[in-house]
Nanobody, 124 residues
Framework: QVQLVESGGGLVQAGGSLRLSCAASGRTFSNYHMGWFRQAPGKEREFVAAISWSGRTTYYADSVKGRFTISRDNAKNTVYLQMNSLKPEDAAVYYC?????????????????WGQGTQVTVSS
């Protein structure tokens, strides 16, 4: 089992920045690829960003590319999502997730463990 706890959400004005953190415990963190997903009210959960276990490979949704940066610190068992130039359409509950499979994926179904989510609100 891997337990994931997100933090860092909050209210920010459009154009502002937030950094989300996801602290992992349980099994060896560095064995897992990590992803961030988000879900806005009335919408399906969607992929935001993913990072390989080593940190060498990252994927981003087109909607956040160039504005968001995913990173990880395996010594601290933590994955981060730096969000800059936030837009009202970025408002959602953000979830981190862990994937123990071989290949890094954008697909939610590949991720075995999920956090409880952290709310990000962006005012216009």
């Amino acid at each position: 089992q891997v337990q994931l706890v997100e933090s860092g959400g909050g209210l920010v004005q459009a154009g502002g920045s937030l950094r989300l953190s996801c602290a992992a415990s349980g099994r060896t963190f560095s064995n897992y690829h990590m992803g961030w997903f988000r879900q806005a009210p009335g919408k399906e959960r969607e992929f935001v960003a993913a990072i390989s276990w080593s940190g060498r490979t990252t994927y981003y949704a087109d909607s956040v590319k160039g504005r968001f940066t995913i990173s990880r610190d395996n010594a601290k068992n933590t994955v981060y999502l730096q969000m800059n130039s936030l837009k009202p359409e970025d408002a959602a509950v953000y979830y981190c997730a862990a994937d123990g499979s071989v290949r890094l994926s954008r697909r939610m179904t590949e991720y075995e463990y999920w956090g409880q989510g952290t709310q990000v609100t962006v005012s216009s």
